[in-house]
């Protein structure tokens, strides 16, 4: 069956500590993996995806395909990075766009 | 980037009456939407994939005849809840994708509040 697990609901850390939103995917072929993110009263938008291996905001997110992973990152956390983080897979490489969400992980970030 | 837009951002409705929500891709043509109900500081749950020109597509265990769907044009799908109870009461949203398929492009949802 095709999954997205993010086992952490809330996520608290103080400023300037690393961080670390964990994915697990469960999925036959090769995946495309997306994080989108949810600030208060804004609405969802993409953070980053696994095909372009960027950082985005000091984020960086890293396809480990042996573990079925796609955990989101950043060294130094700051307080503009509390919201929402949805983990998402796209089962239908470059089309549909029915993406399968993981149930999020609010990150509170603590001065 | 490309921009959906949902109208109205919020409504207040007696239970019983049905409720329209708009989701219209501002600079770029959508064939396909897709609505999702979101509950606070939960996930988004898929309810329907609005096709263009053809029927709405429903996830299990959503009523089609309770959420009526129609995608009227390719910047245009609406979601109607009739009769809504307070149990409808929730933050709906829509989605649209990017040509390339995998970015979705959200609307800024609507907030349905069912007395």
């Known amino acids: 069956a095709q999954r997205v697990t993010q086992p952490e609901k809330l996520l608290s850390v103080f400023k300037g500590a690393p961080v670390e939103l964990k994915c697990n995917y469960s999925?036959?072929?090769?995946?495309?993996l997306f994080w989108y993110v949810q600030y208060s009263r804004q609405r969802l938008q993409l953070l980053l995806r696994h095909i372009s291996r960027e950082s985005i905001k000091g984020f960086t997110a890293d396809l480990n395909k042996g573990e079925t992973s796609f955990h989101l990152k950043k060294p130094f956390a700051q307080e503009e990075d509390s919201a929402m983080y949805y983990c998402a897979l796209n089962p239908l490489r470059n089309q549909g766009g029915k993406l399968i969400f993981g149930q999020g992980t609010e990150l509170s970030v603590k001065p | 980037g490309a921009v959906v837009s949902q109208h109205p951002s919020r409504v207040i409705c007696k239970s019983g009456t049905s409720v329209k929500i708009e989701c219209r891709s501002l600079?770029?043509?959508?064939?396909?939407m897709f609505w999702y109900r979101q509950f606070p500081k939960q996930s988004l749950m898929l309810m329907a994939t609005s096709n263009e020109g053809s029927k709405a597509t429903y996830e299990q265990g959503v009523e089609k005849d309770k959420f009526l769907i129609n995608h009227a044009s390719l910047t245009l799908s609406t979601l109607t809840v009739t009769s809504a109870h307070p149990e409808d009461s929730s933050f709906y949203i829509c989605s649209a994708p990017s040509t390339s398929g995998g970015i979705l492009f959200f609307g800024p949802g609507t907030r349905l509040t069912v007395l």
């Open positions: 999925y036959s072929g090769s995946p495309e």
């Open positions: 600079d770029f043509q959508a064939t396909t």
